[in-house]
Nanobody, 125 residues
């Protein structure tokens, strides 16, 4: 049984930072592209960032480039999202997801096979 468990969300002031973690189990972690998505109230789930199975390739949404970084520790089956210079518009539930198509990074949520339960990030102005 595949499980993805996010942690690290919280309430932070604009300009602050957070580090989100996603611990995976029940899958051969290094075979999966890991993605981060977010969903704000009343909005569709949107792609934020993704990282290839070996960590060599990363990809970011334009809205977060230069502020967010994504990394992974395959020995610990964990992927991280470092969020800097937070803005109120970054407020959302952040989800990690796993895509078994390890050869390519995809940004469409329906391409991902497994999802975590999400962690809330709230940025106050």
């Amino acid at each position: 049984q595949v499980q993805l468990v996010e942690s690290g969300g919280g309430l932070v002031q604009a300009g602050g930072s957070l580090r989100l973690s996603c611990a995976a189990s029940g899958l051969t972690f290094s075979y999966f592209v890991m993605g981060w998505f977010r969903q704000a109230p009343g909005k569709e789930r949107e792609f934020v960032a993704a990282i290839s199975g070996n960590g060599a390739i990363t990809y970011f949404a334009d809205s977060v480039k230069g502020r967010f970084t994504v990394s992974r520790d395959n020995a610990k089956n964990t992927v991280f999202l470092q969020i800097n210079s937070l803005k109120p518009e970054d407020t959302a539930v952040y989800y990690c997801a796993a895509d078994r198509a390890a050869g390519q990074i995809r940004v469409v949520p329906t391409s991902y096979d497994y999802w975590g339960q999400g962690t809330q990030v709230t940025v106050s102005s």
